[in-house]
T-cell receptor
Framework: GENVEQHPSTLSVQEGDSAVIKCTYS??????FPWYKQELGKRPQLIID?????GEKKDQRIAVTLNKTAKHFSLHITETQPEDSAVYFC????????????FGPGTRLSVLP | DTAVSQTPKYLVTQMGNDKSIKCEQN?????MYWYKQDSKKFLKIMFS???????INETVPNRFSPKSPDKAHLNLHINSLELGDSAVYFC????????????FGQGTRLTVV
């Protein structure tokens, strides 16, 4: 089955700096890669996603890159703000019947003012 | 207007009791999930249902029994609760055939004492 690894487990950056979180996956059939942000006591919420036919996607300060050959994908947050502090999860999924999201272990991001 | 709603939000119970958590989604999705999030924040899939049919049943004690009366509902019943069952349980749903994001409920914090 799919296995998703995520690094680092914790990340502290100064406000205004960039943050990068990296994930690897094992199942070459995975074709959808969402990133979720979970604030303390809240539900995980999607912040950006990428499909296997795309190499990069950007949404304002957030970008995701995907290398299918190497089976890794990364989240980039630029100009970090204190409200970016949260736990971030990457996930890999194979679509169609019986979609299954396998999540990485999470990265706790702290943005220091 | 809540997309995925689960009840109760908090559940405190004694060891050995039986309890249920309910989940409903109004997004018209065909796939629903139960995830367990432990104290280390790891999101682990427990069950996945597609159109009321069990698709994924990870290594979960058979004290946990999901029930899907229709594709908009996926309830979780837990028998003989143990201390180690204490965690946050998230229900989620997605539209599997279009391979898009999973929407999460607000979570149920289960504490077994």
């Amino acid at each position: 089955g799919e296995n998703v690894e995520q690094h680092p487990s914790t990340l502290s950056v100064q406000e205004g700096d960039s943050a990068v979180i990296k994930c690897t996956y094992s199942d070459s059939a995975s074709n959808y890669f969402p990133w979720y942000k979970q604030e303390l006591g809240k539900r995980p919420q999607l912040i950006i996603d990428i499909r296997s036919n795309v190499g990069e996607k950007k949404d304002q300060r957030i970008a995701v890159t995907l290398n299918k050959t190497a089976k890794h994908f990364s989240l980039h947050i630029t100009e970090t703000q204190p409200e970016d502090s949260a736990v971030y999860f990457c996930a890999a999924s194979v679509g169609n019947y019986g979609q299954n999201f396998v999540f990485g272990p999470g990265t706790r991001l702290s943005v220091l003012p | 207007d809540t997309a995925v709603s689960q009840t109760p939000k908090y559940l405190v119970t004694q060891m050995g009791n039986d309890k249920s958590i309910k989940c409903e989604q109004n997004l018209g999705h065909d796939t629903m999930y139960w995830y367990k999030q432990d104290s280390k924040k790891f999101l682990k899939i427990m069950f996945s249902y597609n159109n009321k049919e069990l698709i994924i049943n990870e290594t979960v004690p058979n004290r946990f029994s999901p029930k899907s009366p229709d594709k908009a509902h996926l309830n979780l019943h837990i028998n003989s609760l143990e201390l180690g069952d204490s965690a946050v349980y998230f229900c989620a749903s997605s539209q599997a055939k279009v391979n898009t994001e999973a929407f999460f409920g607000q979570g149920t914090r289960l504490t077994v004492v």
